[in-house]
């Protein structure tokens, strides 16, 4: 009885913790061109997003979930929440240039 607050909360950071690997290895996609210096590397951030929509669309995900419900129960980041991380990272990316 007492455990159930605690552990809403420790499942809470662990989905937090494991949201924040998600969008590092999300960065790392997008930086790879840099990091590797190969033309096959060079739009893996786009291969990404296409990957993430195809695997959606595939398992028939719901794209519009409420992001506090999210926080509590998916591990991971959402469709939309990954593509606007992705798009703010290429920019990133681009005034770096």
């Known amino acids: 009885m007492i455990l159930t ?3 809403a909360f420790v499942s809470i950071g662990m989905n937090a913790i494991s949201r924040s690997f998600e969008y590092q290895a999300d ?9 590797v210096k190969h033309e096959d ?3 893996m ?5 296409h990957a993430l ?3 959606h669309v595939k398992n028939l995900s719901t794209v519009w979930v ?19 991380e992705l798009e703010a990272y290429k920019v990133h990316l ?3 240039k």
């Open 5 to 7: 607050p605690l552990e």
């Open 27 to 35: 960065r790392f996609a997008c930086e790879l061109e840099v990091k």
């Open 41 to 43: 590397m060079k739009d």
């Open 45 to 49: 951030g786009d291969r990404l997003g």
């Open 53 to 55: 929509i195809t695997i």
């Open 66 to 84: 409420d992001w506090l419900y999210s926080a509590y129960h998916h591990s991971h980041p959402t469709l939309t929440e990954r593509l606007r």
């Open 94 to 96: 681009n005034k770096k």
